[in-house]
């Protein structure tokens, strides 16, 4: 089993920034972990993934304002957002894989944290 818990949400003026956290446990082999987001009212939608060897993507228009990254010794991967926006406020999820495949269908991924809060205000 894998467990994921993230961190780092709160409540930040627009322009601002966070950098939220997921720390992973246990022994199953990932190959992939993403952050999705959902708003209120709004469908889950990926932001970014990151493959455990190499190599990540973005989804949308978030790249250049959004960085994902990991610390494999930590089990942990990082996403540093800057230049926050209020149509950024949702609830941030974090979620692995141990398959390669679609990187932002929720459906790809088996494992989910309980997501963390991201509030920007204008």
């Known amino acids: 089993q894998v467990q994921l818990v993230e961190s780092g949400g709160g409540s930040v003026q627009a322009g601002g920034s966070l950098r939220l956290s997921c720390a992973r446990s246990?022994?199953?082999?990932?190959?992939?972990m993403g952050w999705f987001r959902q708003a209120p009212g709004k469908e889950r939608e990926g932001v970014a993934a990151?493959?455990?060897?190499?190599?990540?993507t973005y989804y949308g228009d978030v790249k250049g304002h959004f960085t994902i990254s990991r610390d494999n010794a930590k089990n942990t991967v990082y996403l540093q957002m800057n230049s926050l926006k209020p149509e950024d406020t949702a609830m941030y999820y974090c979620?692995?894989?141990?398959?390669?495949?679609?990187?932002?269908?929720?459906?790809?991924?088996?494992?989910w944290g309980q997501g963390t809060q991201v509030t920007v205000s204008s």
């Open positions: 979620a692995a894989s141990s398959f390669s495949g679609d990187y932002f269908s929720t459906g790809a991924y088996r494992y």
């Open positions: 990151i493959y455990m060897a190499s190599g990540s």
């Open positions: 246990g022994d199953t082999f990932i190959y992939k």
